[in-house]
């Protein structure tokens, strides 16, 4: 699991790296030579003069050193040396850091193409941001873009691509900083892949006992606590909304429990993520075409994971995390879920199940109200890729935020923007809310077409209380993504590096106003 790379910053002479990869950055300027490292000048300029580098962003260009004679003159020992446009430079570091990262994934994908062992990046003289967000930025793209998953094939193919071994980063400036940033990049990026590879596995190996034998792992490698909640506990605590999905399955559900503490009287955030690990939607059956992609329905719940990996390694010392993933199945067996079956959640309140598509809200709904019975988490966030709707709304670009809280709303949002993981916030209120009312229970769990997203997350709703709460649907952006150089096809592991940024400078939320 997760990939082999190692990332490191080097006090090595450049001149000196024997490689299989050296790789400068250029900034584009109007009507002028690119700004680039004094070092590549002379094999930039006459390509720029030319038309064919101009380092707008994507501009790749690839010389051997050897061949053209610069082995001699810059005594460059490595085989291959490449420019990479960053583009213009921009006005915001948020756009800044996209910039540095899309480098990162360019620099990844081109190397492995060329499967190259160990490639040294030369962290660029940026204006807006300080070096270690630079080095951190570049490490993310470096990391998201060598990512790989080919464990199931079993031939030699050519065209297999083979991931980076080792990255250098070289910089101009306090390796200290080049470390911090390193380090923060890698930990976020490391993580992201770790959220896709269990997303890649197949709803055969991907099973809720996998989502429990990964957080036991993290347990053991971080200082988190692991707990998980078998069927015979959800039933004698009554969890009927994760039994009822779980119904129709030849395996069984776990609720896995992560929990990070300071020891400290910190706030605590609570994270739960949709770990459904095949939905064919279950008696209410999906049609065919493309229901292989419902190997994913477990994003939430990886992203969650991943979220904790960064926790584990990092150690905030101000929050307490608890991590909650929900995990089954939605299958159609003899024993399954029916439509108009009445269903009871945690707590008491009761479901009309009309479609046994919309199941993620069930599993989430327990989740919600045990977690917040049993820990008193002072917010919540929930990430689910609950809803083909927001997919209609939002496209594959932006993941669809609904919320009971203006500041959680403010920062999930900030977070995102530097994350390049935007969201948009869509409302709640009661006329919502009002589509889910039942003849003859205390709910129903579909609202009917007009606004999907929005009921589902009404639905959750029910179960939060007054505890400040955010819905993330990642059902448009968990995969298929907002196609880019360190995005590569299949699962974003979106929600893992928004996560991070936001535990990494937590504050208590401001108390509402009675
Ligand atoms: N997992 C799906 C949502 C989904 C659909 C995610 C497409 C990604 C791509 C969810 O469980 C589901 O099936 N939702 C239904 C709800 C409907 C029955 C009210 C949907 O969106 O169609
Ligand atoms: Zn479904
Ligand atoms: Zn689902």
């Keep these: 699991m997760g990939t082999k790379t190692t990332l490191h910053v080097t006090g090595e002479k450049i001149e000196k790296f024997t490689g299989d990869l050296l790789v400068f950055c250029a900034i584009e300027r109007p009507d002028r030579m690119p700004f680039c490292d004094e070092r590549v000048k002379k094999i930039l300029q006459p390509v720029w003069k030319s038309g064919d580098f101009t380092g707008k962003k994507d501009d790749y260009l690839l010389v051997y050193p050897a061949s053209i004679g610069m082995g001699k003159i810059h005594r460059f020992g490595c085989r291959r040396i490449a420019v990479v446009g960053l583009g213009k430079p921009e006005d915001t570091p948020n756009e800044l850091r996209e910039q540095l990262r899309l480098a990162g994934g360019t620099i990844a994908t081109k190397a492995k193409s060329y499967k190259a062992q160990k490639v040294m990046v030369v962290v660029p003289d940026v204006a807006g941001l300080s070096l270690s967000e630079r080095t951190e930025s570049l490490s993310e793209g470096l990391l998201l873009g060598n990512y790989c998953f080919d464990k199931y094939k079993t031939k030699d193919d050519e065209d297999l691509t083979s991931p980076v071994k080792t990255f250098l980063l070289s910089g101009n400036g306090s390796s200290t900083a080049m470390r911090h940033g390193m380090t923060l990049g890698k930990n976020a990026g490391l993580a992201a892949c770790a959220a896709r590879d269990m997303a890649n596995e197949p709803g055969n190996v991907w099973t809720p006992e996998k989502f429990a034998d990964h957080a036991k792992q993290l347990a053991g490698e971080y200082p988190l606590k692991c707990r998980i909640l078998e069927k015979k506990d959800m039933k004698k605590i009554g969890m009927g909304g994760i039994l009822a999905v779980n119904q129709g399955s030849a395996v069984p559900p776990k609720l896995v429990i992560l929990r990070y503490t300071t020891g400290k009287k910190n706030p605590t955030l609570m994270l739960v993520g949709k770990g459904l690990t095949f939905d064919s939607g279950g008696v209410s059956l999906k049609p065919a075409a493309g229901m292989e992609d419902m190997k994913y329905d477990m994003c939430g719940g990886a992203a969650v994971l991943g979220a904790m990996e960064v926790v584990g390694r990092e150690q905030p010392p101000d929050i307490n995390i608890i991590a909650l993933v929900p995990a089954t199945d939605n299958m159609s067996g003899a024993a399954a879920l029916k439509p108009g079956d009445i269903i009871k959640h945690f707590g008491g309140k009761t479901t009309e199940v009309v479609n046994t598509d919309a199941e993620g809200r069930l599993i989430l709904a327990d989740a919600l109200a045990w977690g917040i019975k049993t820990y008193a988490p002072d917010a919540i966030i929930d990430l689910a ?71 589902a997350a009404a639905y959750l709703q029910e179960f939060v209380g007054k505890t400040p709460w955010a819905h993330c649907d990642i059902a448009g952006t968990a995969w298929d993504f907002t196609e880019k150089s360190y995005i590569p096809k299949g699962p974003s592991g979106v929600g893992v590096r928004t996560l991070a940024g936001l535990v990494r400078d937590w504050a208590p939320l401001p108390k509402k106003k009675k």
């Excluded at 083909?388 to 949002?413: F, K, P, Q, Y």
């Design 385 to 455: 890729t609950l809803t083909g709707a927001v997919i209609m709304g939002l496209g594959h670009h932006r993941t669809g935020l609904l919320s009971n809280n203006d500041t959680l709303v403010e920062r999930i949002c900030r977070a995102g923007e530097q994350a390049a993981e935007p969201f948009w916030r869509l409302p709640l209120g009661p006329e919502y809310s009002k589509q889910l009312k039942s003849e003859v229970a205390d709910l129903k769990n579909v609202g009917g077409r007009p606004a999907g997203t929005i009921t």
